[in-house]
Every structure is written in C-alpha cells, then in structure tokens.
C-alpha cells in the first residue's frame, strides 16, 4: 500500500454486523438490484442476438456488486456519472427497467426517447447523468457536477464511474487536477475489470494498482473488492463521506471482473483464457450476497427464489414493453437539439 | 450614444450578467489575478469575487468539460479560451459533451454556457494561432455559433448569449478588442440568430460577419465612389443561420458576394453560397463569389500572411466581377 492508499476492506468484514444495521429489507432489495441487472443484461443479450437490439451492447455481468454497492452509499440528492457500460448504474438507482430496455429497443418510450441507446442511459430525475461513451470524456463532466454542489455550498458529492482504461485519457488527469487544486466533492470510482476491450491493464497502465495514480495531484488512493457488494459500499461511503465533509476528491478503485466480452462482438478468448473467466466467476457477487444472506438468516430460501421469481417477471415485462412500444415518430429526429 | 471598445462591450456585457444572474461563473485562462490575457474580464474578479471567476491552469479539456458539467445541473457558466485555437484541445467537450447531451438524454438535461474568446487571424502569429475556426463548430447541431462585427453587437448578442439555455460559441478577434463604436447606454440585448443589414444598397449585396464587417463596409464605401450602392448583410448567428435577410437582399440586388476569413473548403461562405444560389436561383445576374482565407495554412511571413486573407482589392475585385465590371 502506498502512503495514499488505505486498506478499507478485507474479506473477513463481510458478515460484520453493521452492515446488519442496514436492514433487513435493505439487504435483501440490494440483492434483487443485482438479479435484476444480470437478468436484464441477459435478455438483453438474447434480444441483441435476434437483432432486436443494435449497436453497440457492454454488458456489466460480473460488475454487478460495484454500482448496486456504490450507489446504496449515495444519497438520493448525490449526482452519479458514468461511462458507456452504464446499464447496472442505472437500474441500481431505480430508473423503470422498462424504459431502459425500451430504449435499447430505440424506442420512444425509452429513457431518451430512442436517442441514446445502450451507452446512453439518463435519468436526471434520479441524479443519474449519463450514460457517457467517449471513454474518459465523463470524468471532467462529473469534476463540473461536483463544482456546482460546491458553487451552491450543497453537501452533495459526485459519484463519477470510470473504467480502468479512462485513466490513459488526459481529460482524466486535467479533472483530477482540477479536482484537488478546487477541492471539489468528486469520488471517482475505477471500475477495473481487468481488461480495456482487449487491452490488460498491465498492457495499459505502467502503474498497475491504479489506486496509486492520484497521488500526483495528492489525492487519497482506495482499493475494495469489487466482487464484494460490502466492500464497494463502506469504500464509496468512505469517500463520500470526505467529499461531503471535508470537499476532498478520491480515487477509489474497485477489483472487478466482466464475464462477457466487451461488447458483444468481442471473441475474448484471443486476450484472455476460459479458465481465467471460470475461476473470477468463483468469486461472483451475486453468490456471494446469496450465501451472506442465507448464511446471516437474513433471508430465508423461499425467499431468495421468490426474488428470483419476481425478476424474471420484471424482466419479461420488460421486454414486452419494449417490444410493443411503438417507433420514434420520423418528426421526432429534430426534437430535442436545441432548447 | 458613447463610444466604447469592443473589449469593453464584452466586459459590460459579462458584468450586467453576472449581477443579475448568480448561477454565471466564468472561469479559464488568466482570467482573474492577470485580469484576462486580453484585458476582456478586467475588474471582474475585484467585483464579483474568486467564487465566480475563477483562473484555470492550462487544461482546456479539463476546464470545458467542468463547464459542461455544471451546466447540467444547472449553473450557467462562461468559459474563456484565450483562443479559439485552443478550444481544438476541447473539441470533444464541446461536440460530443456541450453540443449532444440534451438529444443524447432524450431532452431530459440541457447546457446553458457559452464559449467564448478570440478566433481567426491576428497578427504574424502563424499557422496554430491564426485560423479562423467557426465554420467547425457551424457544423455541429446542437451548438449555436456567434461571431459579432461591432462592439453594439457583441454586447448584445452576448447578453442573449448567456440566457440562451444552448451552448453558445462566442468568437471574438484579438484585433478587434480595440475598436471603437457606439453602444446604447443601459440594458438591451440583442437576439440570437437574427441577420442584419448593415448598410442599405441596391446594386450588389455583400455578406459578411466578425471581423470582416468593418472591411466591406470600407469596401462598400469605395464602391459608393464608384456609383455602385452596395447592401452589406451582416448574419451575426453563423447557427443557426437566419438566411432570409441574406435571400431577400440578393433578390433586390441580383449579386451577392461572401466575404469571411476562414477557409472556403465546406464554410460557412460556402454554406451562404449554397443557399443564395438555390434560393435566390431566379434572382441572379451572377454566380456567388466568394472571398475567404487562401486554403493554406497561415504562413507567418508579413506579406504573405496579408495575401493570405480577404483584403480590400480582393473584395472590391469579387464585386466588380459579379457586376461585369471592368
């Protein structure tokens, strides 16, 4: 650990009592958040497949603990940012799954009206602005989010996601400076999952624990595991809590793991093994959460597969909704350009 | 009236802002200990504190990207590149950041900022910072582009500039901060993309904006001598362009020429040209000519940088030729 990194998590902490202190029935809605992203992704993935959705498609499989974990460390007034795998974000802070599969669908019950598509998930009524898909070109955005609550000495922060591969991009780097020479309420989560498309971050950054790379503009570095939904949520509470109180910028990064290629195109057995991505999925989230709530009686059976249930209700519905929505009206291609 | 320079206007304009409107902050380069790179934000930072202007170290990226950022939630900021050469160093802030996020987000957030500073050429300062860069932005829905000719222009337009709720491109020119002209006293704005005529004439119509006003307007002066009454049509909004002024002087005239300092390939020249010919077809006596920059790189040679740019003889010579004259 370097001097500007603090050790906030270890795995022993995941059955540690307070998170008790969340609640039951809290508990027990994180886990069906991070069903729900997976389920939803997997539809989406089968509708993509018979073309039903097109474009581009980044599935955030394996992610899941990190927004569901991040943002349950929010307030519901804190702005969020992200980047173009943007799907788990926005579903973790309760925008309608409907209109978010519509818009994959392109249509114009969709969260931007068939616009924007899978990289461009927004719901400014919930604090979630997007949805971002020039990498690294978030990061200054969320650093100006973060300078408004400043500017209307609001104790609101800015929770800015982030890949691991943005942090080659300069817009990266002139935000973290702006960020701390104007002590701005800014926590920037790096969700490393390893690989940038097909480039391993060994490959990519000459400094590998990416943690440490704020520490040229003197910003606190943080690490968590990434698969531990625990973890990601006393970490992002952690530095929330800094930039609420103290207005001071972190760099939190997150050890994750997508289990999917990058985009649906992507043959990911050229850059990376099988055996690499069947022994991340040992550490999968979702079972991990699974056995801590069964194990804490926190949930009983019953109840864990009555949220699987219900998901895979949702998610049908979902799709239905997406399906029988109807097509943007040609007319509609000059809405929404100008104010 | 008082007679005021351009700097000046602009100054006004940023101050009877800022007092009327807590949420416009303005922040980049030099702005506030150094009083502006170009003296435009003096005294700013003594009245309105370092809160609302505020020096960017230089990372033009970084600081319009922090724009664009706090205009989605709703401030309202002014970001000064010390030139528009410059803003290519944020060109992915302003096209796919500033210029995308209201369609991309389905009308659900909007950029209320403006960008503003110096464009085109100054003096022998060469190919990276002389270059006249509107028609790059012209051409990307989503922004509006602004390029005023008189210092009455600039003050007013930049008013409007700074309550439209788009993100706005405010060109300037270095060699215009010093020109004087005459500026109603107390509050106007004047609207965005609306045309103006800038001097009356029925022979020939000659459109020009920015720094290219004050030249055919001593063109058309030169021309009158010669008994040819030339109408100069100033567009002031590049974006979106209000061309049916433009139009309707051409069908009284029969002639139009198309003076700008940018390059002629895909310009806004072109653009203007474009339109008058398919909508003024009927009405013309002449093909369009149009006078711009040379389509080369500014070359920082005096002489040649003069021959470079539109000149007097250049555009007295595109008027005589679309009037079959000599």
């Given at each position: 650990m370097s001097d500007y990194a603090i050790e906030t998590n270890k795995s022993d902490g995941f059955l540690k009592e307070e998170y008790l202190s969340l609640g039951r029935a809290r508990l027990v809605e994180m886990y069906r958040t991070m069903v729900l992203i997976r389920?939803?992704?997997?539809?989406?993935?089968?509708?993509?497949?018979?073309?039903?959705?097109?474009?581009?498609?980044?599935?955030?499989?394996?992610?899941?603990?990190v927004a569901v974990g991040a943002v349950a460390a929010l307030r519901d007034d804190d702005y969020l940012i992200t980047a173009y795998r943007d799907?788990?974000?926005?579903?973790?802070?309760?925008?309608?799954?409907?209109?978010?599969?519509?818009?994959?669908?392109g249509k114009y019950t969709g969260?931007?009206?068939?616009?924007?598509?899978?990289?461009?998930?927004?719901?400014?009524?919930?604090?979630?602005?997007?949805?971002?898909?020039?990498?690294?070109?978030?990061?200054?955005?969320?650093?100006?989010?973060?300078?408004?609550?400043k500017y209307r000495k609001e104790d609101r922060v800015c929770l800015t996601f982030l890949?691991?591969?943005?942090?080659?991009?300069?817009?990266?780097?002139?935000?973290?400076?702006?960020?701390?020479?104007?002590?701005?309420?800014?926590?920037?989560?790096?969700?490393?999952?390893?690989?940038?498309?097909?480039?391993?971050?060994?490959?990519?950054?000459?400094?590998?624990?990416?943690?440490?790379?704020?520490?040229?503009?003197?910003?606190?570095?943080?690490?968590?595991?990434?698969?531990?939904?625990?973890?990601?949520?006393?970490?992002?509470?952690?530095?929330?809590?800094?930039?609420?109180?103290?207005?001071?910028?972190?760099?939190?990064?997150?050890?994750?793991?997508?289990?999917?290629?990058?985009?649906?195109?992507?043959?990911?057995?050229?850059?990376?093994?099988?055996?690499?991505?069947?022994?991340?999925?040992?550490?999968?989230?979702?079972?991990?959460?699974?056995?801590?709530?069964?194990?804490?009686?926190?949930?009983?059976?019953?109840?864990?597969?009555?949220?699987?249930?219900?998901?895979?209700?949702?998610?049908?519905?979902?799709?239905e909704f997406a399906e029988k929505s109807p097509e943007p009206p040609l007319e509609s291609m000059y809405d929404d350009i100008y104010v | 009236?008082?007679?005021?320079?351009?700097?000046?206007?602009?100054?006004?304009?940023?101050?009877?802002?800022m007092e009327r409107d807590d949420s416009i902050f303005i922040v980049g380069e030099e702005v506030a200990k150094y009083q502006g790179a170009y003296k435009v934000t003096q005294g700013l930072l003594q009245r309105f504190g370092e809160d609302r202007v505020i020096d960017a170290p230089i990372s033009e990226s970084g600081f319009t990207g922090v724009g664009v950022g706090a205009?989605?939630?709703?401030?309202?900021?002014?970001?000064?590149?010390?030139?528009?050469?410059?803003?290519?160093?944020?060109?992915?802030?302003?096209?796919?950041?500033?210029?995308?996020?209201?369609?991309?987000?389905?009308?659900?957030l909007k950029v209320p900022m403006v960008i503003r500073g110096p464009n085109g050429p100054a003096h022998q300062l060469a190919a990276t910072h002389s270059q006249a860069l509107e028609s790059i932005f012209a051409h990307i829905p989503g922004l509006k582009v602004v390029v005023p000719g008189t210092p009455k222009d600039a003050k007013g337009l930049l008013?409007?500039?700074?309550?439209?709720?788009?993100?706005?491109?405010?060109?300037?020119?270095?060699?215009?901060?010093?020109?004087?002209?005459?500026?109603?006293?107390?509050?106007y704005t004047i609207p965005l993309g609306k045309t103006d005529v800038k001097r009356k004439g029925k022979d020939i119509t000659i459109v020009a904006y920015g720094k290219m006003v004050?030249?055919?307007?001593?063109?058309?002066?030169?021309?009158?001598?010669?008994?040819?009454?030339?109408?100069?049509?100033?567009p002031m909004t590049l974006r979106p362009l209000d061309d049916g002024p433009i139009v309707e002087s051409v069908k009284k005239t029969n002639r139009c020429v198309v003076v700008s300092e940018a390059w002629p390939f895909a310009s806004v020249a072109s653009e203007i040209g474009y339109r008058v010919s398919s909508k003024a077809f009927d009405y013309l006596d002449a093909p369009v000519e149009l006078v711009t920059a040379e389509d080369v790189p500014m070359p920082y040679n005096k002489t040649l940088e003069h021959n470079a740019l539109p000149t007097l003889e250049k555009v007295l010579n595109a008027a005589h030729s679309v009037l079959y004259k000599k």
């Amino acid at each position: 650990m370097s001097d500007y990194a603090i050790e906030t998590n270890k795995s022993d902490g995941f059955l540690k009592e307070e998170y008790l202190s969340l609640g039951r029935a809290r508990l027990v809605e994180m886990y069906r958040t991070m069903v729900l992203i997976r389920r939803f992704e997997e539809a989406a993935a089968k509708a993509y497949s018979m073309q039903k959705i097109g474009g581009f498609l980044h599935l955030y499989i394996g992610q899941e603990a990190v927004a569901v974990g991040a943002v349950a460390a929010l307030r519901d007034d804190d702005y969020l940012i992200t980047a173009y795998r943007d799907h788990g974000h926005a579903i973790a802070r309760g925008t309608d799954p409907k209109k978010l599969m519509a818009e994959l669908f392109g249509k114009y019950t969709g969260s931007s009206k068939g616009k924007g598509g899978s990289m461009h998930f927004f719901d400014a009524q919930r604090n979630m602005l997007g949805g971002h898909a020039i990498v690294g070109a978030q990061v200054p955005l969320g650093t100006g989010i973060a300078f408004k609550a400043k500017y209307r000495k609001e104790d609101r922060v800015c929770l800015t996601f982030l890949g691991d591969a943005a942090m080659n991009q300069g817009a990266f780097h002139e935000a973290l400076n702006l960020a701390a020479l104007w002590k701005l309420p800014v926590v920037y989560i790096v969700e490393n999952n390893m690989y940038g498309m097909g480039t391993a971050v060994d490959r990519a950054s000459a400094v590998t624990e990416l943690h440490k790379r704020g520490c040229a503009y003197g910003i606190e570095g943080m690490v968590a595991d990434g698969m531990n939904v625990f973890a990601v949520y006393d970490a992002v509470k952690e530095a929330a809590r800094k930039a609420r109180e103290l207005s001071l910028p972190t760099l939190l990064e997150v050890r994750t793991y997508r289990y999917r290629g990058h985009s649906m195109s992507d043959p990911d057995s050229i850059y990376r093994t099988k055996q690499e991505v069947e022994e991340e999925k040992q550490r999968d989230p979702i079972e991990q959460m699974k056995k801590f709530l069964l194990g804490g009686k926190i949930a009983t059976q019953k109840e864990i597969d009555t949220v699987e249930e219900d998901v895979k209700k949702i998610v049908a519905e979902c799709v239905e909704f997406a399906e029988k929505s109807p097509e943007p009206p040609l007319e509609s291609m000059y809405d929404d350009i100008y104010v | 009236m008082p007679e005021i320079t351009f700097r000046e206007a602009i100054n006004q304009a940023l101050a009877e802002e800022m007092e009327r409107d807590d949420s416009i902050f303005i922040v980049g380069e030099e702005v506030a200990k150094y009083q502006g790179a170009y003296k435009v934000t003096q005294g700013l930072l003594q009245r309105f504190g370092e809160d609302r202007v505020i020096d960017a170290p230089i990372s033009e990226s970084g600081f319009t990207g922090v724009g664009v950022g706090a205009a989605m939630v709703g401030l309202r900021p002014i970001v000064e590149v010390m030139t528009f050469n410059f803003s290519l160093v944020a060109i992915d802030q302003i096209i796919n950041n500033a210029a995308k996020m209201r369609h991309m987000s389905g009308g659900q957030l909007k950029v209320p900022m403006v960008i503003r500073g110096p464009n085109g050429p100054a003096h022998q300062l060469a190919a990276t910072h002389s270059q006249a860069l509107e028609s790059i932005f012209a051409h990307i829905p989503g922004l509006k582009v602004v390029v005023p000719g008189t210092p009455k222009d600039a003050k007013g337009l930049l008013k409007s500039a700074i309550r439209d709720d788009n993100p706005v491109i405010f060109m300037e020119s270095e060699v215009m901060y010093g020109l004087k002209g005459e500026v109603p006293e107390g509050e106007y704005t004047i609207p965005l993309g609306k045309t103006d005529v800038k001097r009356k004439g029925k022979d020939i119509t000659i459109v020009a904006y920015g720094k290219m006003v004050s030249l055919v307007l001593q063109a058309a002066g030169t021309l009158a001598s010669e008994g040819i009454e030339a109408e100069v049509v100033d567009p002031m909004t590049l974006r979106p362009l209000d061309d049916g002024p433009i139009v309707e002087s051409v069908k009284k005239t029969n002639r139009c020429v198309v003076v700008s300092e940018a390059w002629p390939f895909a310009s806004v020249a072109s653009e203007i040209g474009y339109r008058v010919s398919s909508k003024a077809f009927d009405y013309l006596d002449a093909p369009v000519e149009l006078v711009t920059a040379e389509d080369v790189p500014m070359p920082y040679n005096k002489t040649l940088e003069h021959n470079a740019l539109p000149t007097l003889e250049k555009v007295l010579n595109a008027a005589h030729s679309v009037l079959y004259k000599k």
